[in-house]
């Protein structure tokens, strides 16, 4: 059930002794049609040698060697705030809009941003909703007080949490979110994606030499030679999103080994 609340974090250090039958980090490695009752999508959880990893839910296929995409396209398109809301107020209700029917709390880890005046936009995280209809308006709850009030002539804009929905793609100019701990066969899974830290990603073959130290995300998730993708006037299926450099190893052998960068 979900409820609201603030993204969890959570740093380990390392362990002297585990079960014989028990790894250090299981949870990791796992993956489910339920979401783990101890996290929500977006918490991040960070390992002793600078591995990070965030609660993702899959939105179709997640190849476990290629980064997948952010495939929201937001939950409310620009729109006026329906109610007024004062300074230091943390509820705000949004206009009606194009949008899929929002259970309770569903958009907890989600963003929300305002307009209320030129140069005093507001953005703030959301901690939780309350339900929604189809094409109903919004209510979210966010994660700090208003600075600026908000009138119904305020424009309003609110997005899903990123995590929530993201698929091994083909599309070089989504955003990437990480590479999957583990492979997911289809939608709905629950599952931890890498973002920082040393990783095996696949590499093109540019991903060599020291043109080949720096490397982007092409639109599969795998890896371009920073080289290759800038060298482009308009790229086709390399994008502009930098992964990380080589640590280990080449496309030539024995990697490589990468240390993503978020």
């Known amino acids: 059930m979900a409820t609201r609340g603030i993204g969890k974090q959570e740093l380990v250090g390392g362990k002297d002794v585990v079960p014989s ?27 002793p040698d600078g591995r990070e990893f965030r609660y993702a839910k899959s939105n179709g296929e997640c190849a476990s060697g290629q980064a997948c ?38 958009l907890r880890g989600a963003y929300f941003i305002s307009w209320p005046a ?17 094409n109903a308006a919004i ?8 600075t600026e009030a908000l009138t119904t002539s305020t424009g309003c804009e609110i997005y899903e949490n990123p995590y929530a929905s993201v698929v091994t793609g083909s599309n070089a100019a989504l ?11 289809a939608a709905d899974t629950y599952f931890w994606v890498q973002t920082r830290g040393p990783r095996f990603v696949a590499p093109q073959s540019t ?22 993708a800038i060298g482009g006037t308009v ?19 024995n990697g490589p080994l990468v240390n993503l960068t978020g």
Not at 29 to 44: A, E, F, M, P, T
Not at 69 to 95: C, H, K, L, R
Not at 118 to 134: I, P
Not at 175 to 185: D, E, M, R, S, T
């Open 207 to 228: 991903v060599i030499a020291n043109e080949g130290v720096g490397v982007m995300f092409r639109h599969d998730g795998s890896l371009e030679a920073l080289a290759t």
């Open 235 to 253: 790229p086709d299926a390399d994008g502009t999103q930098y992964a990380g450099h080589r640590m280990i190893g080449s496309y030539a052998g």
């Open 21 to 47: 039958n028990a790894g250090y980090y299981d949870h990791i490695y796992s993956r489910s049609l339920v979401r783990d009752q101890r996290w929500n999508v977006g918490d991040r959880f960070i390992l």
């Open 139 to 146: 209510t979210v709850y966010l994660d700090g007080p208003l």
């Open 175 to 185: 955003g990437k979110a990480g590479v999957p701990a583990v492979y997911i066969a």
């Open 118 to 134: 030129a140069l005093k936009d507001q953005f703030r995280g959301v901690v939780g909703n309350d339900a929604s209809a189809e």
């Open 69 to 106: 995409d952010f495939d929201q396209t937001g939950v409310q398109a620009y729109a006026n705030a329906s109610v007024a809301a004062a300074i230091g107020d943390t509820e705000v209700t949004v206009g009606a809009g194009t949008h899929s029917a929002i259970a309770k709390d569903d």
